[in-house]
């Protein structure tokens, strides 16, 4: 029993352990550490009972707090009743002390009145003074903007454009980033690409002005540049010319002199044009203002534009190109359309140049070589078309004086020309042609205008001029005394004179080309030869194939044609002293004026032959022979005295051609005579004739043969002249003597008295003489004579008809 009253040891264990954490609840009471609710949490939380065992503990500890607080209290009490005591009689002095702090508390609130307004107006004053202070800051950081937006402004009101990039560029990029919270600076940040738009759009329509521009001033600076070119190049050529003495030697006095003072002129003339024109000399800044291209580049260029406006740059200028290099249809009428065609040119290309020197990128070498390019091979074509239509020949060398200036003029600024001074060539052929064709007009003239009769000269001086005009030499002319004749007429100095004019119009051609001494002699030397091969060679012969022209008038033009065979050694030597060119030089060519006149020569000697076997035959015609005759008139016949004394006349008046061609002429006309004679015996038409008649014409036959044997035209040898009447002299003889016996006896032998007799030709007339015996004879058969006769024309006629088929035959 008593055991089971004792506790055991843990519940003496948890007991002590409960009042433990009573007492820990109770410290954590008292030192007000909250929140309790853990504390009390604890307690609650552990037993049923344990609230009423917490509250004993508390009350106890409560009491035991009061007990130790009743004991402080007792400990402190005199002294809390001293202090009192003190307290008390210190009460009246502390009301007194309030009195009087009321009093000072008042008297300092009245006298803070004024000090409290003063400090707040100063208060307010720091107050704007800050503000004011913080606005000045703030302005000083807007003002600059404020300045440089006015700036842009004013630069943008006086199309300054470039500068009002660059200030755009400074205002993002360091002022606007400063104040960038105000909302002005928005406002202009968000008009800061409107205005680069407007400048772009500004600057492009001034490069389209610009362009518009140098497209209307092309001419002009074309013009100015091509001018200043010309100029230069006169200046030199003239000083060159002046300065060189052997230019135009040994040409004739007048000649010389009238080029010396021309030269002089020229010289002085232009020492005087160059003093003008160098007091202003203009270029094609002078001409167009290029600073919208630069303005506009710079614009493009800063806006990373740049290549935009290549691009736009180089587009509309090949349009603009390809204008310029569109002729007009009627350019080739006169000198001044080509002009203003090349000037157009000249400035477009004077533009890209200047441009490309100026400028970096905008245009290129590569660039401008390309459009010269293109636009070269244009320009050729359209030369080559439009030089085609050119039928003056002036206008023709100033479009080749034109070119020449074009070419160097653009060969100055670096452009390659060389295909324009081949396209030279191709034009001086054109040129020749204009040339002869001008030339063969006035070879026309001259011959038409001459008389064709010996130059008459009254005295030294008119001799003299007429030498001075066409080199002629002769001694034998010199012997004799005023007034005497020249053998040619005038045409030949003319004519001379006029190929000198043609050598000079051609020469004017060949300057300028760039070409040697040598290739210019060649050039002068193969238009010359054109000029006397084709041009005069054929005016001679249209001249020679006129009919107007007489028997008179040929022999004149063999005359003219030697003197001026003679003078192509002076044409030679005159080509050679303009050239400088030796005539000993390998490659130097020849003229073919010789065969040229040896041609006409001969043409006109043919045409003589012609004339004069064509004035035989009207004379043949007027013959009137009466076949029938029984007896010759014992005379000759009228036509043919008239003849012979014609041919008298005429052959006495080729006393001044070659001896060669008046005896060919003679013996042609004498054969053309003989062949006539003997066609009209043979005429198939002639029926019958007569022994009368043939009587008769050998009497005409043997006045020709008296003319043959009078040496009408000296040099004949012998009976050579009366040999072109052999066939029918010898064919009279045999009928005139009736000697058949022996033609036929002797036939085909070597030594035939008849030998040039034909058969056929003996047969044709012995059958026209048998039928007019029978017509003529009715009682022929009645007469023993007459019948013997018949039958010996019968039987020779049966002889020559063998012969003749016997030969037939053979052949």
Known sequence: ???????????????????????????????????????????????????????????????????EIEKMCNFHHQGFVDAITELLKVRADAEKLKVQVTDTNRRLQDAGKEVIAQTEEIIRCRVQQRNITTVVEKLQ?????LEM???????????????????????????????????????????????????????????????????????????????????????SITLQKHNNVNYGRNMHLGRSRILESKNEMTLKRTFEEDDEHDEEVLTAQDLVDFSPVYRCLHIYSVLGDGEIFENYYRKQRRKQARLVLQPQSSMHETVE??????????????????????????????????????????IIAVLRTHSSYCNDPDLVLELKNLIVVFADTLQGYGFPVNRLFDLLFEIRDQYNETLLKKWSGLFRDIFEADNYSPIPVANEEEYKIVISKFPFQDSELDKQSFPKKLPMSQSVP?????????????????????RSSTEIDDMLRKSTNLLLTRTLSSCLQNLIKKPHIGLTE????????????????YLEDFISNITNISQVTVHTARLYGLSTFKDARHAAEGEIYTKLNQKIDEFIQIADYDWTMSESDGRASGYLMDLINFLRSTFQVFTHLPGKVAQTACMSACQHLSTSLMQMLLDAELKQISMGAIQQFNLDVIQCELFASSEPVPGFQGDTLQLAFIDLRQLLDLFMVWDWSTYLADYGQATSKYLRVNPSTALTLLEKMRDSSKKNNIFAQFRKNDRDKQKLIETVVKQLRSLVNGMSQHT
Not at 495 to 506: G, N, P
């Open 1 to 67: 029993m008593a055991r089971k009253s004792r506790p055991n040891m843990s519940e003496m264990y948890l007991e002590e352990n409960k009042d433990q954490i009573y007492e820990n609840a109770l410290a954590e009471i008292e030192s007000f550490e909250l929140p309790l609710g853990t504390t009390l949490r604890s307690v609650y939380d552990d037993q049923p009972n344990a609230h009423q065992r917490f509250m004993e503990k508390l009350d106890a500890c409560i009491r035991n707090h009061d007990r």
């Open 141 to 145: 950081l807007c003002l600059p903007v």
């Open 149 to 235: 937006y006015s700036k842009l402004k004013e630069q943008m009101k006086v199309k300054r454009y470039y500068s009002a990039l660059k200030t755009m560029e400074q205002l993002e990029n360091l002022y606007l980033p400063r104040v960038s919270q105000y909302r002005f600076c928005q406002i202009m940040i968000e008009n800061l690409p409107k205005l680069r738009e407007e400048i772009k759009e500004i600057s492009m329509s001034d490069l389209k002005d610009f362009l518009e521009s140098i497209r209307k001033h092309s001419d002009r600076i074309g013009e100015t540049a091509m001018k200043q070119a010309q100029q230069q190049k006169t200046f």
């Open 337 to 378: 359309g080509y002009r203003r065609y090349f000037s157009q040119i000249v400035g477009f290309f004077v533009v890209e140049d200047h441009i490309l020197h100026v400028t970096q990128g905008l245009v290129t070498r590569t660039y401008t070589d390309e459009l010269w390019n293109m636009a070269l091979s244009k």
């Open 494 to 514: 003319q004519i001379y004179i006029q190929v000198k004019e043609f050598i000079y119009a051609s020469l004017k051609f060949s300057e300028s080309l760039h």
């Open 554 to 569: 040929l022999v004149q033009i063999i005359i003219n044609t030697t003197h001026l065979e003679l003078a192509c050694k």
